[in-house]
């Protein structure tokens, strides 16, 4: 579960990337318009991204139980 977040910003940046690529090759007309949608939709999930990795710190933190925390040796 470590890395679903990362995986799915990545599977959002690849589809995205490949709509903006797609566009420019078959309807490069119509790129101008979409185009900067697609680039503030990528930007969008980044921040996206990095708001649910702050969100979530913030959550551990908030949340930590040094009583429980058995030191890394995985009892």
């Known amino acids: 579960m470590k890395g679903r977040k990362a995986l799915v910003f990545w599977i959002i940046n ?3 990337l490949l709509i903006f690529a797609g566009l420019l090759f078959f309807a490069s007309d119509i790129l101008g ?3 900067q949608i697609i680039i ?3 930007v969008g999930n980044g ?6 990795q702050v969100a979530d710190a913030w959550q551990k933190s908030k ?3 040094s009583e429980l925390d058995t030191g890394g040796q995985g009892e």
């Open 14 to 16: 690849v589809q995205l």
């Open 40 to 42: 503030i939709m990528i």
């Open 47 to 52: 921040a996206t991204y990095v708001g649910g």
């Open 33 to 35: 318009s979409l185009g």
């Open 63 to 65: 949340y930590y139980k």
